[in-house]
């Protein structure tokens, strides 16, 4: 992704497109905003009744009085402040939490070639890192720049009520304070961005190291990534000290210019008080006010960095939110018959990755499955497998070519219709954090705990389950950690039971599972087959031979199709793999005793 920074009229659309659902709140804390900034600047005539009537005229009760109406004022100001505090902060909080959840929502739909260009860790940190950024701007920041806004502009017409003479030299600054603001805020920003972007290295980089932490240890990698990571964090903070002495030096630039004029001001201000040509209240007030502007002005001087902070982080989430969706529903899905039974049909489909348009992944296949029918995909490693599966349930398109099920072209049905259909176990069982049971239900949350524990049995994986010191509510840790390669295979054939999709998308495990496992799973597959159509990537003969047919893929091209007898006959890569590839003990299951079998004895 590019490092630009957003465009500020894209950041603005990214927040009015926000804020607007909360316009009564908005309107509220605006209004909170003025109030409170109207009472702090009429402080200001307080100050000057008090001093011309109440001190000069020496009277108490007229001292009494104006106590009276500052107490009322402060108390008035107390609850503004709450108010506006109050409602602007939710504000933040709210608008983030949604950005959040869309841009979550946006993600998780995003085709999966998506996250094969960009780093699914680095678009982590955008959900969590931005945003954060973009929560505590929008929480108090920018309360903190409105308020002071208000305070500025409210500020400068009282001061010209108040002494326009003394107010020509305020307004003499202020082109000086706003040509630093320009020039540091726009370098700020482009820093913050960077600097986002080198947080998200970091973040990455963690993320990465911990999920292979293993692999780290075995290795004794420790100090290269030690060195790896210090050199990353190092970038960050780089970038980091770039940003705040820009800062730095905008907030030392607008002090300096702005409490100079003040100073110039009150120079000439008390020559006129001595010479009486204003009263000491006057003074009093517009010292006040011109305090007020003065400070309102270098506030909001080290809010704007804040501000361009927040244009920085905002414009990576923007372009989340904007990366089109390549896959999705058409507008006007077709709708599958009520009983979907699995007939697919491929027809010359051509499929290459995004960048390896040379190498095709699929060349040119064509592929009749019959309902009921199974199907074993053979092949050399690469050969294209689960490439197919990956066009079926349409993470990819072909470039050429077209894949039906039931007669209707994968394009036109609706995505969630079309994978409803397709129950996947897929090499990887993809488990979650969560409970076994949580990751049984996976994709048919309302499934009972009967049903649930039914899946379990038919998968060969109730009786590991009921062993476990919690059963069904033993929690995994992330990615399933905590089971067997075999047990976690025998979960994810129990999810895809439980679903009950009308077609099978079966990836065995070639990891060498023992021969006890690899038993228990051949035994619950033909469950799971039974009645559905079926596809299986089949690295074991026994799977290989139970198939209906068998179609043999090399190098993205079908290069023959029939059932083993006949391939081994005619197709000599199919020969050669049957040879290599096959494990022997698979010829022999049922001289393998069984966990299920040995509880049964
Ligand atoms: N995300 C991807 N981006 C680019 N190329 C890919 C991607 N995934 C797979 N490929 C390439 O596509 C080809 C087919 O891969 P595929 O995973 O379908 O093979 P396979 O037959 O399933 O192999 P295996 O039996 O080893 O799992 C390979 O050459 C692979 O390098």
């Known amino acids: 992704?590019?490092?630009?920074?957003?465009?500020?009229?894209?950041?603005?659309?990214?927040?009015?497109?926000?804020?607007?659902?909360?316009?009564?709140?908005?309107?509220?804390?605006?209004?909170?905003?003025?109030?409170?900034?109207?009472?702090?600047?009429?402080?200001?005539?307080?100050?000057?009744?008090?001093?011309?009537?109440?001190?000069?005229?020496?009277?108490?009760?007229?001292?009494?009085?104006?106590?009276?109406?500052?107490?009322?004022?402060?108390?008035?100001?107390?609850?503004?402040?709450?108010?506006?505090?109050?409602?602007?902060?939710?504000?933040?909080?709210?608008?983030?939490?949604?950005?959040?959840?869309?841009?979550?929502?946006?993600?998780?739909?995003?085709?999966?070639?998506?996250?094969?260009?960009?780093?699914?860790?680095?678009?982590?940190?955008?959900?969590?890192?931005?945003?954060?950024?973009?929560?505590?701007?929008?929480?108090?920041?920018?309360?903190?720049?409105?308020?002071?806004?208000?305070?500025?502009?409210?500020?400068?017409?009282?001061?010209?009520?108040?002494?326009?003479?003394?107010?020509?030299?305020?307004?003499?600054?202020?082109?000086?304070?706003?040509v630093p603001i320009l020039f540091f805020g726009r370098r700020v920003r482009r820093l913050s961005r960077?600097?986002?972007?080198?947080?998200?290295?970091?973040?990455?980089?963690?993320?990465?190291?911990?999920?292979?932490?293993?692999?780290?240890?075995?290795?004794?990698?420790?100090?290269?990534?030690?060195?790896?990571?210090?050199?990353?964090?190092?970038?960050?903070?780089?970038?980091?000290?770039?940003?705040?002495?820009?800062?730095?030096?905008?907030?030392?630039?607008?002090?300096l210019l702005v409490l100079g004029a003040i100073g110039i001001m009150l120079w000439v201000g008390g020559m006129d008080v001595i010479a009486g040509r204003i009263s000491a209240g006057e003074l009093a007030a517009f010292v006040f006010y011109s305090l007020i502007v003065g400070v309102s002005a270098g506030a909001l001087s080290e809010v704007i960095g804040e501000l361009q902070r927040a244009a920085g982080a905002s414009s990576r989430i923007i372009e989340l939110l904007q990366s089109p969706q390549a896959i999705s529903s058409p507008a006007q899905p077709t709708r599958l018959p009520p009983r979907v039974d699995g007939r697919i049909a491929l027809q010359d489909i051509t499929f290459a990755y995004?960048?390896?348009?040379?190498?095709?992944?699929?060349?040119?296949?064509?592929?009749?499955?019959?309902?009921?029918?199974?199907?074993?995909?053979?092949?050399?490693?690469?050969?294209?497998?689960?490439?197919?599966?990956?066009?079926?349930?349409?993470?990819?398109?072909?470039?050429?070519?077209?894949?039906?099920?039931?007669?209707?072209?994968?394009?036109?049905?609706?995505?969630?219709?079309?994978?409803?259909?397709?129950?996947?176990?897929?090499?990887?069982?993809?488990?979650?954090?969560?409970?076994?049971?949580?990751?049984?239900?996976?994709?048919?949350?309302?499934?009972?705990?009967?049903e649930v524990t039914a899946a379990a049995q038919a998968a060969y994986a109730d009786e590991f389950i009921q062993r476990l010191p919690q059963g069904y509510a033993t929690p995994l840790g992330d990615g399933g950690q905590g089971l067997s390669g075999g047990q976690k295979q025998r979960l994810a054939i129990a999810r895809a039971l439980l679903t009950d999709a009308p077609v099978l998308l079966l990836d065995e495990a070639t990891s060498a599972l023992d021969a006890q496992s690899e038993n228990l799973i051949q035994q619950a597959l033909p469950k799971l087959m039974q009645g559905r159509t079926t596809l299986v990537i089949a690295h074991r003969l026994a799977t290989v031979r139970d198939a209906d047919r068998i179609a043999v893929i090399d190098q993205g091209r079908l290069i023959g199709i029939g059932t083993h007898q006949s391939l081994l006959q005619d197709n000599a890569l199919y020969a050669r793999l049957a040879a290599l590839q096959f494990n022997d003990r698979d010829q022999h299951p049922d001289t393998v005793e069984t966990e299920h079998d040995r509880h049964n004895r």
Do not use: C
């Open 354 to 450: 995004a960048g390896r348009e040379q190498q095709p992944a699929i060349v040119d296949v064509s592929l009749q499955i019959e309902p009921g029918e199974t199907l074993a995909l053979v092949g050399p490693s690469g050969a294209g497998k689960s490439t197919l599966f990956d066009l079926l349930l349409r993470f990819y398109d072909p470039q050429h070519g077209s894949i039906t099920l039931e007669g209707i072209d994968l394009r036109q049905l609706d995505l969630a219709a079309l994978r409803r259909s397709f129950a996947l176990v897929a090499q990887q069982p993809g488990l979650f954090h969560g409970s076994i049971a949580d990751n049984i239900r996976y994709g048919k949350p309302e499934a009972s705990d009967a």
């Open 1 to 178: 992704m590019s490092s630009s920074p957003a465009h500020p009229e894209k950041v603005r659309q990214l927040v009015y497109r926000f804020i607007r659902p909360y316009g009564w709140q908005a309107l509220g804390a605006l209004l909170a905003l003025i109030f409170t900034a109207g009472i702090t600047l009429s402080l200001g005539q307080g100050l000057r009744i008090l001093v011309d009537q109440g001190f000069a005229t020496g009277s108490p009760a007229m001292l009494n009085q104006s106590l009276a109406l500052f107490g009322i004022l402060v108390l008035g100001l107390a609850a503004g402040t709450f108010s506006r505090f109050y409602l602007v902060s939710w504000i933040g909080e709210r608008v983030v939490t949604d950005i959040r959840q869309q841009v979550f929502n946006h993600l998780i739909n995003l085709h999966p070639a998506f996250f094969a260009d960009n780093r699914g860790l680095e678009i982590q940190s955008r959900l969590t890192a931005d945003t954060t950024v973009l929560q505590s701007v929008l929480g108090s920041t920018l309360s903190i720049a409105l308020r002071n806004l208000l305070m500025l502009i409210g500020g400068i017409i009282l001061l010209f009520v108040t002494n326009a003479k003394l107010t020509a030299i305020v307004m003499l600054a202020i082109p000086l304070v706003l």
């Open 194 to 255: 960077l600097s986002q972007d080198r947080v998200a290295d970091v973040g990455s980089y963690v993320g990465e190291i911990l999920g292979e932490i293993k692999t780290v240890q075995a290795y004794n990698h420790q100090p290269v990534d030690q060195q790896a990571f210090g050199k990353v964090s190092e970038q960050a903070f780089a970038v980091a000290r770039q940003r705040i002495a820009q800062r730095a030096w905008l907030t030392a630039i607008v002090i």
